[in-house]
């Protein structure tokens, strides 16, 4: 059964950093790989990053590629998002998302993911 579990977020002043970690967990994902999105109160889930498991190649929304930055640790099966010089706009619920099928890598429609975690609060003070 495919877990994720995110974490790491938390409130956090204008200009400041977070690392958020998704661990994951149930499945092989070689093949596959994890996808940071976000949704701000009455806001559309909204794509960020992704990265392969393989090959850690990664896909960014062009916006967020300057203050964002998505990495993995093998060993411990996680995935991070590094974000700096955050601001309010950036308050958020941030989840983790998979989809074990073909045609992932660059899909950025919330839709189309099959597996999510819980989700962590981040919210940035002006």
């Known amino acids: 059964q495919v877990q994720l579990v995110e974490s790491g977020g938390g409130l956090v002043q204008t200009g400041g950093s977070l690392r958020l970690s998704c661990a994951a967990s149930?499945?092989?994902?070689?093949?596959?790989?994890i996808t940071w999105f976000r949704q701000a109160p009455g806001k559309d889930r909204e794509f960020i990053a992704q990265i392969s498991w393989s090959g850690g190649i990664t896909y960014y929304r062009e916006v967020m590629e300057a203050r964002f930055a998505v990495s993995k640790d093998d060993a411990k099966n996680t995935v991070y998002l590094e974000m700096h010089d955050l601001k309010p706009e950036d308050t958020a619920v941030y989840y983790c998302?998979?989809?074990?099928?073909?045609?992932?890598?660059?899909?950025?429609?919330?839709?189309?993911?099959?597996?999510w975690g819980q989700g962590t609060q981040v919210t940035v003070s002006s």
């Open positions: 998302a998979t989809r074990l099928r073909t045609g992932w890598f660059a899909e950025t429609r919330s839709t189309e993911y099959d597996y």
């Open positions: 149930g499945h092989t994902f070689d093949n596959y790989g």
